[in-house]
């Protein structure tokens, strides 16, 4: 390998490391809004409560009692933009079970 070769793979490498770096920053925001802010909002209880409604009230995996919602799906950008379609009704055990 010459000189150059390797100099262009070791920026090749520095570029990649840096993508993931910033990658895994914005990553841990989104989590953190999400579960510290949007999880506490008046907007999530509100959906929260339309999904409980609409399923009854029941876990959709096994049919105790729901006191969770689940996402099947997340916005990848617009948190607290998914659909209704996206939550479903969950036990807790279920949804331990679920991550």
Known sequence: MDFKTLLLLSLVVLVWLFERFIFNIKRKRRRNYYRN????????????????????????????????VHHKKYAKRNIGKEPIKWLVSICKACHDKQH
């Open 37 to 68: 802010v949007y999880l506490k909002s008046d907007a999530w209880k509100r959906k929260r409560y339309v999904v409980l409604k609409r399923d009854n009230w029941q876990c959709v995996y096994c049919g105790r009692r729901a006191t969770q």
